[in-house]
């Protein structure tokens, strides 16, 4: 990795200090790139260059901490960055503010900004802790996405209407108390979608036609998830295993075939680009959306 000053100056957050630069490898058919934030502002889209990962940020040495790692095993090239306040308050203190409230709550100014190369497909992994991250994944080739947030507020989508340049196989969001928004996630072409709420909030926008069948699998704690369909000829398929403490509310377009079982009336077995939802919910709660009216069950 190297270490290049730059001069840039973004309004809002101050100069640019620093950026870490990732170099690709020879060999390297395929990136397995893990980035770990505590705090701050983080975003991440589409790089200009074939540089595996730059990084930009307005921190000095002193206000962060980072631990770094590259190694190339067969025609994988596996990166890993930390990066870490020196003197975080700590995501516990954050969590407990987000359920008990706080007479003002700290502004962070701190910025991180990630560029990616659209010419390698990567295997992405991103972990937050508190703060702001916006992803956007327009034209690169992910071939699996993670996201995990304790309290980050995150939002991750395909903003410039590019689609993924090849099928995803596994598309997981996980939120504890924060919140993630998922736009335009058909884009990914994902063939499978895990999403795990706990006591925060997740919406999940299908309203793109969907590209290929995907299978959606979801887990509601506590929380809210928000599930926005797309229009009705899309073949749609719900399997919901609730409890008495949830709430469940779903369009008038999907009909009930069987015991927690809804189809849209295009749905039939072996349908093409299809949504098909496989829902637990214990106490939180689950909302369909499109433009027809919801119905409560």
């Known amino acids: 990795m190297t270490w290049l000053g730059v001069s840039l100056i973004i309004t809002a957050f101050g100069q640019i200090k620093k950026q870490f630069t990732v170099e690709d490898a020879p060999g390297c058919g395929e990136i397995k790139l893990c980035l770990k934030a505590n705090s701050g502002n983080c975003f991440i889209k589409p790089g200009s260059d074939s540089h595996i990962l730059n990084v930009f940020s307005n921190q000095s040495e002193n206000n962060y901490s980072h631990n770094f790692k590259k190694e190339v095993k067969g025609n994988i090239c596996d990166v890993m960055l930390r990066l870490e306040e020196a003197e975080a308050e700590g995501i516990g203190k954050n969590i407990s503010t987000r359920f008990f409230g706080a007479d003002s709550e700290p502004v962070n100014d701190k910025v991180w900004k990630m560029y990616l190369t659209e010419s390698k497909p990567y295997d992405l992994q991103l972990d937050y802790g508190v703060g702001n991250a916006h992803v956007d994944l327009s034209g690169l080739s992910i071939k699996k996405l993670k996201i995990n947030t304790a309290s980050a507020d995150v939002i991750v989508g395909y903003f410039s209407a590019l689609e993924n340049q090849l099928d995803m196989d596994t598309f997981s969001v996980k939120v504890d108390v924060g919140s993630i928004n998922v736009k335009n996630i058909s884009l990914s072409k994902p063939k499978q979608v895990v999403a795990?709420?706990?006591?925060?909030?997740?919406?999940?926008?299908?309203?793109?036609?969907?590209?290929?069948?995907?299978?959606?699998?979801?887990?509601?704690?506590?929380g809210n998830l928000t599930i926005l369909l797309p229009a009705n000829e899309t073949p749609v398929l719900v399997r919901i295993k609730d409890s008495w403490l949830c709430s469940v509310k779903l369009p008038a377009s999907l009909k009930k075939i069987s015991e927690n079982t809804f189809a849209s009336a295009t749905y039939t077995k072996g349908a093409k680009n299809a949504l098909i939802f496989d829902l637990d919910v214990s106490m939180g709660n689950i909302i369909f959306k499109n433009p027809t009216p919801t119905a409560s069950r």
């Open 196 to 222: 795990d709420v706990g006591f925060g909030s997740m919406t999940l926008d299908f309203t793109t036609q969907p590209l290929i069948t995907s299978k959606v699998r979801g887990s509601v704690g506590a």
